[in-house]
């Protein structure tokens, strides 16, 4: 039989606020347990929760991003279960009313652009992290009540690539919106999986099967690959599939059981008294959109109007962290191209051949555009900005100062390189003769003899540009 | 109107992970039978299940939004004074997990 996968993701996006969703209470991650946390995140009795505003501004900015229609009245519930990671007995979440509804987005795949549905995006709070021991488990409240959104879409993925492009999406929007870092393997976004099969060409759905906490894209792809044989092979033999979460091993690269649904839970969701309803005005909203950072396909646009192909563009779209370092070489006025072959180019490989993300790469952006300008000046050809470049590698100083430095400093001086010529010329008229009668290779003389008299600094191109003219006028 | 059972208050219980002895159990038999008389007088009310369940007594929308600022956290030692077991600043607890 053919069947057809039905694969729905919930996303949760960790937010870099200052502080977290309910309480003022820090937010930073990989520091020593239970050293960020106070008394809102740790429910002491009588505390008291007030949203925080940049994630209210981050869920609309993301909700916009995704085009969806935003609440204008933003009211919490509680979501009530017993469980250790959760230090109230209740996770404050957006049961009812979520801040977004009804968006989509757009993935290419196999070079088609296909819109996935989403569903919602709502705000909650993030649970204390849980280390389990073999006979014990530790905790850790730093985490607890850092705030999230999650985004759920509409099941309308069919393939893992799909699945993979949609996640992949997400990040780029939350990281250059400037929500989260969007890092999958610190757990930052978080991504689970519903899929379930169906006869091709019928529309009910079947049993779903829930595949939690994947922690890279390929991990998604993979699963989600490995899930729909496993199904399809069940099926096949007249089985029928069992609601229930699994989990996928990375070792066997197979999913795995985790429990089998019974009963859905019930939270007894009821709205969050502590908080009255907010009412968002028309500005606020505006506002938030307004001033939202750029996002990579608008970047896109405008690497484009700069001049830059789809190819390079997308190279440097690949993370915000490249592209931001882009934007700022490209405000030293140098060539926009230049900039982007150095940033692919040299930049690229010196990070790959030390390992390290262009967060850590010391040349300060204005020291790598002022050394493209002396190459778009003629003032240092390619391969002196290349010497000057892996001394600017070890220590970050204006380009100019190499220059100097290394004795770079080319003559680019029409008054003095015409001087030089012009005595040059009157003392082989011989040459010049040569010359006119076809010998080409009295250039290469000539041009050697003007690079000795300035040291190997004359401006190769424009010598040879003006011994030409000079030559001519004799 | 549903009658509150002994059994149905014993799987509430078994959900919400507590032991209820037989007199516990008779007794909130006989309050349930009071507050579910109550609840029938209220059912008499015609439209009465149109209402949307009330949390705030008034209109209260507000627009405050705390801004993003974060303040010191508090001591460590502080904020896991009332756990009884904890190792490395962590508070330890039997595994959760299977």
Not at chain 1, 64 to 71: F, G
Not at chain 1, 316 to 345: C, H, M, Q, R
Request: with cysteine.
């Amino acid at each position: 039989m053919e069947f057809e996968a039905v694969i729905g993701l919930e996303i949760h996006v960790e937010m870099k606020t200052n502080s977290k969703m309910f309480s003022s209470g820090p937010v930073s991650f990989g520091i020593d347990p239970n050293t960020e946390v106070n008394i809102v995140d740790m429910a002491f009795p009588g505390t008291m929760p007030v949203p925080n505003k940049q994630a209210v501004i981050n869920a609309i900015r993301v909700s916009n991003a995704l085009h969806m229609s935003i609440d204008d009245t933003v009211i919490f519930e509680r979501k009530n279960y017993f469980y250790s990671d959760l230090p109230k007995g209740y996770q404050i979440t957006q049961q009812f009313r979520p801040i977004g509804r009804e968006g989509y987005l757009t993935i290419n795949v196999n070079g088609e652009d296909k819109k996935i549905g989403i569903e919602r995006l709502h705000m909650e709070e993030d649970t204390c992290k849980q280390l389990h021991s073999w006979d014990f488990s530790l905790l850790d409240y730093n985490r607890a009540g850092i705030p999230l959104i999650e985004i759920v879409s509409k099941p309308e993925m069919r393939s893992g690539e799909e699945a993979a492009k949609y996640v992949e999406k997400i990040r780029s929007i939350v990281s250059f919106l400037d929500v989260s870092d969007g890092k999958m393997e610190e757990g930052s976004l978080r991504c689970d999986v519903n899929i379930s099969l169906r006869e091709k060409g019928t529309e009910k759905f079947g049993t779903k099967v829930e595949i939690k906490n994947l922690n890279s894209l390929a991990n998604i792809q993979k699963a989600i690959e490995f899930e729909i044989s496993r199904q399809s092979i069940i099926l096949d033999f007249g089985g029928h599939i069992e609601q229930e979460t699994r989990r996928f091993d990375e070792g066997s690269k197979e999913t795995v059981l985790m429990r089998v649904k019974t009963d859905a839970v019930d939270y007894k969701y009821f709205t969050e008294p502590n908080i009255a309803p907010i009412k968002l005005s028309k500005e606020f909203i505006e506002g938030a959109i307004k001033t939202s950072p750029e996002l990579a396909e608008h970047r896109l646009e405008r690497y484009k109007s700069l001049g830059l192909n789809d190819y390079d563009s997308s190279l440097l779209l690949s993370n915000k962290e490249t592209s931001d370092y882009f934007d700022e070489v490209n405000k030293s006025g140098a060539n926009p191209k230049l900039i982007a072959n150095w940033i692919i180019g040299d930049v690229q490989s010196y990070l790959n051949k030390n390992g390290i993300s262009i967060k850590e790469f010391k040349v300060a952006p204005k020291h790598l555009g002022g050394l493209i300008k002396l190459v778009e000046a003629n003032k240092v050809s390619n391969k002196q900005a290349r010497e000057i470049f892996e001394h600017m590698l070890v220590e970050d100083k204006d380009p100019e100062l190499y220059v100097k430095e290394l004795g770079f400093v080319q003559v680019s001086d029409e008054g003095e390189l015409l001087s030089i010529i012009s005595e040059l010329l009157d003392a082989n008229p011989n040459l010049i003769a040569d010359y006119k009668a076809g010998k080409d290779r009295v250039l290469g003389f000539f041009v050697g003899q003007i690079m000795k008299k300035t040291q190997g600094k004359a401006n190769p191109s424009l010598t040879s540009k003006l011994l030409v003219q000079e030559i001519m006028k004799r | 109107m549903k009658t509150i059972t002994k059994e149905i208050l014993r799987e509430a219980a078994t959900k919400l992970m507590f032991k209820l002895t037989e007199e516990e159990l008779d007794q909130l038999v006989k309050e349930f039978d009071i507050i579910v008389k109550q609840m029938e007088l209220i059912g008499e009310i015609p439209g009465v299940d149109e209402v949307e369940p009330m949390t705030f007594p008034f209109e209260c929308a507000v627009n405050y939004l705390r801004e993003d600022v974060a303040t010191k956290p508090v001591d460590r030692d502080e904020i896991l004074k009332n756990a009884k077991d904890v190792v490395d600043g962590q508070i330890r607890l039997p595994k959760v997990v299977g």
